[in-house]
């Protein structure tokens, strides 16, 4: 198990494809966009697309994870839908003409759409398998690339042409049976990521437009400075609204709250993920129906519930960093120690691989900063990446048979015996 956990939990940096950089790009334009790309996590494509390096990949891979975990705990079925579709689907629900729509044609002049949300594919999929009420409540969700024509891509993973997405559909039997699963059971879902992922705290359940499906509908903001919406935030109940509605309110929507208007208070804030209930929507325009208890015929209500990934992973970089670096989440940190072995010392070395055994041996995933290279460079870049612990050996911690521990968000380091590492970790 050992040798195992040895390729699937570690990492010697001197192995890893992709580095760090003192250089900024010229166009970065948020703390995420510097950050990642210079801590060696994404490499810029081109505007709105990044590559994901192994450290990046590592970080989406947890947050899609605790996202996925959450879906299933909620009865979701996962499935994978194609990137692509045919533009007629589009044309049926009068959707063909959105402004962030990429058009492609076939060899065979057919006309195609790069999918921005997949409604046109679902419904359609669903109505393949579900025919009575018997066969509802389901659920369907993907975690898949999407692909959105925006006009300016900015601020990083944050608003991008290409990111990852992850779309659950609802199919119901009634309204009634839609709002039991949205507010039972999808919001809970979604409150829980975000405390799993760190930001529970600073993340909102917010009310925003429902555009042509709802008057309202439901948007889950992280406060934070940088952030490019603006809401209006009740600090009796903590919900919000958002600034797109506030003229159509008179005050906080929580029923239990109704706090007036002038009592909310303007915050800047990212969005990280919206909930809407599509009701018969897309269900009217595929004829989507289901035989009801008494053979009737009855539209299918549908409900649809985004959360980036991707978008997430930004989000994070914005909240938690400070001006030497990322600051993890250990839920989401690529690895969770960094060792720093200083010195070219054979000792500190052969020290320094049978701690990295150790420690990977008892499934704790570590990157082994093992180059040759100076103190100031490997510290600078521990603070850079932002793993949460932080091993150093030197022939200093060696000479009391220690190995120094510091926390990335804490100011100050201590000695811990290399016999009790296990102990504090």
């Known amino acids: 198990?050992?040798?195992?956990?040895?390729?699937?939990?570690?990492?010697?940096?001197?192995?890893?494809f992709g580095k760090t950089s003192k250089s900024i790009q010229a166009d970065a334009d948020s703390a995420n966009a510097k950050l990642l790309t210079q801590g060696g996590f994404v490499a810029k494509q081109?505007?709105?697309?990044?590559?994901?390096?192994?450290?990046?990949?590592?970080?989406?891979?947890?947050?899609?994870?605790?996202?996925?975990?959450?879906?299933?705990?909620?009865?979701?079925?996962?499935?994978?839908?194609?990137a692509m579709t045919q533009e007629a689907s589009y044309v049926q629900t009068g959707r063909d003409n959105m402004d962030v729509l990429f058009h492609l044609q076939g060899r065979d002049e057919s006309e195609l759409v790069l999918n921005p949300t997949h409604e046109e594919v679902v419904t359609p999929l669903a109505q393949k398998y579900i025919f009575s009420y018997r066969d509802?409540?389901?659920?369907?969700?993907?975690?898949?690339?999407?692909?959105?024509?925006?006009?300016?891509?900015?601020?990083g993973l944050l608003r991008g042409r290409e990111f990852n997405m992850k779309d659950m559909y609802s199919f119901h039997v009634s309204q009634e049976d839609l709002d039991a699963f949205y507010n039972e059971k999808m919001i809970p879902a979604y409150e829980k990521i975000y405390q799993r992922l760190g930001i529970g705290n600073e993340t909102i359940l917010t009310s925003a437009s429902g555009g042509a499906f709802s008057r309202y509908s439901h948007e889950f903001q992280t406060l934070c400075d940088i952030g490019e919406d603006t809401v209006y935030l009740c600090e009796k109940c903590g919900q919000a609204i958002n600034k797109e509605i506030m003229e159509e309110v008179t005050g906080?929507?929580?029923?239990?709250?109704?706090n007036p208007k002038d009592n909310l208070v303007e915050r800047k804030a990212i969005e990280v993920g919206n909930i809407f209930k599509l009701a018969a929507r897309f269900s009217e325009a595929f004829d989507f129906k289901y035989a009801d208890s008494e053979g009737k015929e009855q539209l299918v209500q549908m409900g649809c519930y985004g959360i980036g990934p991707s978008r997430l992973m930004g989000a994070l970089v914005e909240v938690f960093h400070d001006d030497k670096g990322i600051i993890w989440p250990k839920s989401v940190a690529p690895y969770a120690v960094h060792l720093v072995s200083l010195g070219a010392d054979d000792n500190v070395n052969e020290e320094a691989a049978k701690l990295y055994e150790k420690l990977t041996g008892k499934g704790i995933e570590v990157l082994w900063d093992d180059r040759d290279a100076s103190a100031g460079a490997k510290l600078a870049d521990a603070d850079l990446?932002?793993?949460?612990?932080?091993?150093?050996?030197?022939?200093?911690t060696l000479a009391e048979d220690s190995v120094e521990v510091k926390e990335r968000n804490e100011k100050d380091a201590e000695m811990v015996k290399l016999s009790d590492i296990l102990k504090k970790i």
């Open 385 to 396: 990446i932002g793993i949460p612990t932080r091993l150093v050996l030197s022939k200093k």
């Open 46 to 82: 081109m505007a709105g697309v990044y590559n994901y390096l192994p450290l990046g990949l590592r970080v989406l891979t947890k947050i899609q994870n605790i996202v996925r975990e959450e879906m299933n705990a909620v009865g979701g079925n996962e499935i994978l839908m194609p």
């Open 136 to 155: 509802l409540p389901m659920a369907v969700y993907q975690i898949q690339n999407k692909f959105r024509n925006e006009p300016r891509a900015k601020s």
């Open 252 to 258: 906080c929507l929580n029923d239990k709250c109704l």
């Open 1 to 16: 198990m050992v040798e195992l956990n040895k390729f699937k939990f570690s990492m010697k940096y001197s192995q890893l």
